[in-house]
DNA sequence: TTGTAGGCTTGTCGCCGACAA
DNA sequence: TTGTCGGCGACAAGCCTACAA
């Protein structure tokens, strides 16, 4: 019998489907658990309603993934502006078969200038991320990742999310199971013990840790949601960015990819498809039309406003910002004139800025 | 400490480089290693001379590799003909980091009207790829990539390939070094024992196979070069196509930006860059012009023509099959007029066409 | 409360020849 | 000639408590 190292390891690993991408394409995956791994500050449009369409956000996220900057040999696109106002037609959830990164795939379709006369409807401000309530993130620490010992839950965490202990045992134990993004299950023994008592995830954690290829540093999320399911996600740290295959494709090609198809969707208002990979993208690029509408024309953003900005913690919680915008400028203002796509300056902020440094202000900021 | 699984193995590991892409962008791969990983039916045209691009290739080479096909919303580009004449005036190897694929990036640039009216220099014929004289291939059996043993060296391959053993000592054992296609060192150790005697790369192999994630199936690739060195590569099987991680870029922009890439080229007569990848690609799509010419002009293919082909047989050598065309057509002759990216009806051969089925008629027939 | 070190048990790796295809 | 099996020893994975931050 021949085994590969990860399946090798798996006395309690799941089945593999036969094949993994079709079954991809159908199954829904779990809205609750993709919105946790994606993070509390990443929401999604809602479908039917309304969007802006960045390209220059959308080629960020190609640079951020490939590594590579766009380079000069660039085509223009004169047809294609520096946002589009397009319907969203429809928008799926989805986990990398490889990594389990999340990411959503959007159908857009540029508005025709007599579809743009429309009124707005009211669900279009978008329904904010529901994050789940019975949950926690925990930051692996070397203990955890070792091949020497299991997973050291927090107290606090273990007694939320996990089902009680039957505390007349000795120690008290129970086996838990707990559904990744894919619909894999995972078993874990969880145990009360030591001195003094602690929660732990002993038998099968080794097994996850090697099969997801989890390091020190890496996140895991658990999820105790209404239908007592237990629910198990992962967040990477942001090791030097996923570098990502192109030994297909060249960067390049990528970015006049992205801007091509927009152009041709833009002057044939037809549909277009793009991906929108919250943890590998500096920001977002499709932001709802009428969050977009009330930043610009209700509160013009000028120089010496005071803002908040909403931040993410290692815990995955949210935590709030003052300050002070002290410069406005666009960031490419020969390939994209007057576009909204704007850099801000603002003060005393650099060391928060590791994400979203570049982000659209209409998704994060609030003013 | 902590370590992830493959690091964690590590004895023999050699060392990862810091930075692995800035080194892989500025090492110069090993040309032997890396044609002998391609295989031998896979030659590079020479820099400097005229090759032939066709844009429908390059197009199937993203199919193959996303395992999608293209959509109907593609743009058309009037300015892009079938296939473009070009200067290479760049050629590089290069292996995936993650999975030691091996890949070309080639630099293009159309030529003008003018330019084309230049006679052709002698070199344009390309050199064909030389394979090592000394090296041999071998499939990975169960036994070999199990965990609980070595590698089982074929008789012959060991007394051709490695360096002789010295058979005073008993058991004869000595230690092999060998470099991959990253120049990272592999060490082993290669004894003749057991009953009856035989070849067996014993402490190392299990390093190797779980950190290049070889299954039964893959195979390996021992050179021993004119420097008295050994080199070492890997192939893997066909399983159903390595799924691209297509989370940052939908399938149909990558179509797309290939086809405005080169179109756009082709209007400025400027240059561009594309990846070939000999094992994911159907087919060449990259064809010295000379090559192209005399297939075309000095010998017309038609059906009842007789021809060769040239195949590879598992262990990597050449095999040559004749037969006769039955039937020639224009693969899609709405999207490509006239174009000379054939389909090809041949008769009794369709259990040889796993790959290049479809694959242009000037880089693997022979009349 | 929770991370890491260290002891102890046990499972698996990996080297070996036997045997048969 | 070479693929797979059963054997067996070495060693590391993995469960446990102690201790300290």
Redesign the pocket.
């Known amino acids: 019998?021949?085994?590969s190292?990860s399946a090798?390891?798996g006395?309690g690993l799941p089945d593999q489907p036969a094949s993994p991408e079709v079954s991809e394409e159908h199954k829904c995956l779990n809205s609750e658990l993709w919105h946790a791994c994606a993070g509390p500050l990443v929401s999604l449009p809602a479908v039917g309603s309304r969007v802006l369409y960045f390209p220059q956000g959308h080629s960020e996220q190609v640079s951020a993934s490939t590594n590579k900057e766009m380079e000069s040999q660039i085509p223009n696109y004169p047809n294609l502006p520096a946002q589009l106002i397009c319907q969203l037609h429809n928008v799926t959830m989805h986990a990398d078969a490889e990594t389990d990164e999340v990411y959503a795939q959007m159908t857009l379709q540029p508005l025709s200038p007599q579809e743009l006369k429309d009124p707005f409807l009211p669900a279009e401000l978008g329904n904010a991320s529901k994050q789940p309530t019975n949950y926690f993130c925990?930051t692996l620490?070397?203990?955890?990742t070792?091949?020497?010992?299991?997973f050291?839950?927090?107290?606090?965490?273990?007694e939320k999310v996990f089902p009680p202990l039957d505390f007349t045992q000795q120690?008290p134990?129970q086996e838990l199971m707990a559904k990744d993004l894919h619909g894999n299950e995972w078993k874990f023994?969880h145990?009360f013990?030591?001195?003094?008592?602690?929660?732990?995830l002993?038998?099968?954690?080794?097994?996850f840790?090697?099969a997801k290829r989890l390091v020190?540093g890496d996140s895991v999320l658990f999820i105790w949601n209404d239908n007592n399911q237990l629910l198990l996600g992962i967040r990477r740290a942001n090791r030097s960015q996923t570098v990502m295959p192109s030994s297909v494709l060249s960067s390049d090609s990528m970015h006049i990819g992205l801007l091509a198809a927009a152009a041709h969707a833009a002057s044939t208002n037809s549909r277009f498809t793009i991906f929108y990979n919250p943890r590998a993208s500096p920001s977002e690029f499709v932001i709802p039309l009428a969050k977009y509408v009330k930043a610009v024309y209700h509160t013009r953003i000028s120089v010496g406003m005071r803002f908040r900005m909403l931040f993410e913690t290692e815990e995955s919680s949210v935590r709030r910002y003052m300050g002070t915008i002290t410069g406005i400028s666009d960031l490419d203002p020969a390939r994209w004139p007057n576009s909204h796509w704007r850099s801000v300056k603002l003060d005393g902020m650099s060391q928060l800025l590791e994400r979203g440094n570049q982000g659209c202000l209409y998704g994060r900021l609030s003013l």
Chains 1, 2 share one sequence.
């Open positions: 019998m021949n085994l190292p090798a390891a006395g925990k620490t070397a203990s955890d070792s091949t020497h010992g299991g050291s839950v927090p107290r606090r965490a273990a120690p134990a023994r145990i013990r030591g001195q003094p008592k602690r929660h732990l002993t038998t099968g954690w080794s097994i840790i090697s020190a």
